[in-house]
Every structure is written in structure tokens, then in C-alpha cells.
């Protein structure tokens, strides 16, 4: 896997939301779903069971590719499973 560079606003983001960051990288290199994003940007989304939530949810990180690394813009997650991942069981 490339290296991971956090922005700022994702290291905020992660904190703020308490996601777990091994989930993030774990999105990043094995999305359920790629979107394709604002300019070069995309959105890698993985369903995963949320231990603080006790839930099932998605999490998706917006992130830009480059030759050398990944940056990550953002996370976020979210419940609205069949929004990120259509046909997939909530």
C-alpha cells in the first residue's frame, strides 16, 4: 500500500467522529466501492460494524491519488448503507 497522508481536516475529522484509524486504512486499501469525486478526488467506502454504535455503517474517506502516496482528505461514516453500497444488506 502507498503511504497515507492525512490533512489536517482528516486528522480533526478522525478525532472529532472517533473512528478507528486502522478502519480508515483498511477502507483505503480495500473499498467495498470507489465514487468518483470533485476533480481528482474519490471516495473510498467500506461497510464495517461500528464497535461504539454497535451498528452496522460505512465509512468513507475522501482521499486524492498520487504516484507516491494517498492523501486523506476527510472521513466520515455513516448509516445510510444502501446510499454508498446499493443491494448491499443492511
Known sequence: ???LRWTAHAETNLRERE??????ELTVESPDRRIAGRGERQILVRKYADKALRQPMVLCVVAEERAEETIVVTVYRSSRIEKYLPGAAP
Open 1 to 3: 500500500m502507498k503511504r
Open 19 to 24: 473512528l478507528d484509524r486502522a478502519e480508515v
